[in-house]
């Protein structure tokens, strides 16, 4: 039987360019990216393993050559951040809403056989109920939270129109190795682990009590490649959480500790369209993906502190 051929748009990213790590002994691996956010350095040790195309999502003929035959297509690019999507919603609503229907259209023109959509737990916004189940009457409050619904919802669509296999799954807030600490619109824990080891003091919006489903990133790339897999789950949408959630202040907290220093943090207002709590509902991913996260939040932090240290 021929290899299967696996695609990873957004995958010089920082989730991206772990899925395509875990992808490798599974298949051939291309990579689709325009390095907004991305970097070439990420992929580094893996490049002579996969093949490396720099192009834009949101340019159909010129992704949809390097789609067409694929196995499946993990769709990661995206501009990913609610502030930079109120700050710059343009941008932000072409890559995530018209480069995702681009690519799940060329997908369905080049008989991919299914496609996994990164998806966002941003879709809920502040329903006070928590876990939060897949069934939830979505509140977006951000333009981002709002774009990354309607690739949802496209990715069903095109299922049931189309005839193309999608899944979508909800990302939590995912931390680890290579997620870049470079700009005010990074991940939060990217940031915290460059104060900590610069041993500068991080500023936290809001009262730092605020929640989240801290997810670590190899666990999300696991979930991603059964997310391709599972039979009878396609035209659906899992939660990608790991079930339990973290004040931002007890995070600080843990990080201080493992790392043995005393450092206050900074308190800034409350950004707009930030949620204030948020953790996943796993049940329907371990029940139909087959799914258990395998990192504890104390083994994910030691593991992407260790590789700020080496990297910073
Ligand atoms: N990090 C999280 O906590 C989180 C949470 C929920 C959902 N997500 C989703 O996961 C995916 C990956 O996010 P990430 O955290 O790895 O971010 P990232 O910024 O590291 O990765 C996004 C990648 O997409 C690329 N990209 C952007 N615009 C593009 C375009 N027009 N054409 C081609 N490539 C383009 C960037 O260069 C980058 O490599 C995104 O779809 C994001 O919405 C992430």
């Known amino acids: ?15 991206g360019s772990s899925l395509v790590r875990t992808l490798i002994p599974h298949g051939k691996v291309s990579v689709i990216d325009n390095l907004l956010t991305g970097f070439e350095r990420n992929l580094e040790e893996v490049c002579s393993k996969i093949e490396f195309h720099r192009a834009d999502i949101r340019v159909f003929s010129a992704i949809a050559p390097l789609l067409m035959g694929a196995d499946t297509v993990f769709h990661l690019a995206a501009i990913p951040s609610v502030p930079r999507s109120i700050d710059d919603p343009v941008p932000s609503h072409e890559v995530n809403i018209d480069g995702t229907f681009n690519v799940l259209r060329a997908a369905a023109e080049g008989r991919v056989r299914r496609v996994v959509y990164a998806a ?15 069934s939830m009457r979505p509140m977006p409050k951000s333009p981002y939270a709002v774009q990354k619904l309607v690739g949802e919802y496209y990715a069903s669509v095109f299922d049931s129109c189309f005839g193309l296999e999608t899944v979508a799954l909800r990302f939590f807030n995912v931390y680890g190795p290579r997620q870049d600490p470079s700009s005010q619109y990074s991940g939060v824990l990217s940031l915290f682990m460059k104060h900590l080891l610069a041993r500068t003091a991080p500023t936290i919006f809001g009262d730092g009590e605020q929640t989240r489903d801290f997810t670590y990133v190899e666990d999300v790339a696991e979930l991603c490649f059964k997310a391709s897999q599972a039979e009878g789950v396609s035209g659906k949408m899992f939660n990608a959480g790991n079930g339990g959630r973290f004040s931002l202040n007890l995070l600080w907290r843990l990080l201080q500790k493992i790392e043995g220093v005393e450092i206050a943090p900074r308190y800034g207002p409350p950004r707009p369209g930030d949620v204030r709590d948020s953790m996943a509902d796993t049940a329907s991913a371990i029940a139909e993906l087959r799914h258990a996260p395998r990192f504890s939040i104390e083994e994910g932090l030691r593991r992407t502190l260790e590789w700020y240290r080496q990297a910073l």
């Open 120 to 134: 966002s737990s941003s879709a809920y916004g502040d329903t006070p109920t928590l876990p939060k189940t897949e």
């Open 1 to 15: 039987m021929p290899e299967k051929r696996y695609v990873v748009t957004g995958g010089a990213g920082f989730i």
